[in-house]
């Protein structure tokens, strides 16, 4: 069964932060094959969602207040499970996990996320509806989505 914790930047071991950084590589730079930079200096300001499966780390995402990444919303990113555990739902709980941290943490505020356009069906199965045009972001079509209750 896989167990999520919330954790603030500075609680993190340096084996837990290692181990994200290599699940977000694995996917988003070798998988999607796109060369961006992960490490952003965002980090530090976020919360950090880690789902633990067998004391392993495989599902992360990381949540901002909002004034973060947007300016108006409270945000969700680098949502990534571990291609070995896809197929088991470990997605779908990690978002749902998420939107209730952000709700919890930042006041229940409105939630936007960039999400890969291919995508918009899975996050619509969790309440968000798509606001704007595609564009491309690190080569890769994406959508504004947005949640407008984080319940």
């Given at each position: 069964?896989?167990?999520?914790?919330?954790k603030?930047?500075?609680?993190?071991?340096?084996?837990?932060?290692?181990s994200?950084?290599?699940?977000?590589?694995?996917?988003?730079?070798?998988?999607?094959?796109?060369?961006?930079?992960?490490?952003d200096?965002?980090d530090k300001k976020?919360?950090?969602?880690?789902g633990?499966?067998?004391?392993?780390?495989?599902?992360?995402?990381?949540i901002?207040?909002k004034g973060?990444?947007?300016p108006?919303?409270?945000?969700?990113?680098?949502?990534?499970?571990?291609?070995?555990?896809?197929?088991?739902?470990?997605?779908h709980?990690?978002?749902?996990?998420?939107?209730?941290q952000?709700?919890?943490?930042?006041?229940?505020?409105?939630?936007?996320?960039?999400?890969?356009?291919?995508l918009e069906?899975f996050?619509?199965?969790?309440?968000?509806?798509?606001?704007?045009?595609?564009?491309?972001e690190?080569?890769i079509p994406?959508?504004?989505?947005?949640?407008s209750n984080?319940?």
């Amino acid at each position: 069964m896989i167990v999520f914790k919330c954790k603030p930047f500075n609680s993190l071991s340096l084996e837990e932060l290692l181990s994200i950084l290599a699940l977000r590589s694995e996917v988003f730079v070798v998988e999607q094959n796109c060369v961006y930079q992960d490490i952003d200096g965002k980090d530090k300001k976020a919360l950090h969602i880690v789902g633990y499966l067998n004391e392993e780390i495989v599902a992360y995402a990381r949540i901002f207040d909002k004034g973060v990444i947007y300016p108006e919303y409270c945000s969700i990113g680098r949502i990534v499970t571990s291609f070995t555990e896809r197929g088991k739902k470990f997605g779908h709980q990690l978002v749902e996990f998420s939107r209730k941290q952000c709700h919890k943490s930042f006041n229940g505020r409105a939630i936007k996320i960039s999400a890969q356009a291919h995508l918009e069906k899975f996050y619509g199965l969790h309440g968000f509806y798509a606001s704007g045009e595609t564009y491309l972001e690190d080569g890769i079509p994406h959508i504004g989505m947005l949640l407008s209750n984080s319940f």
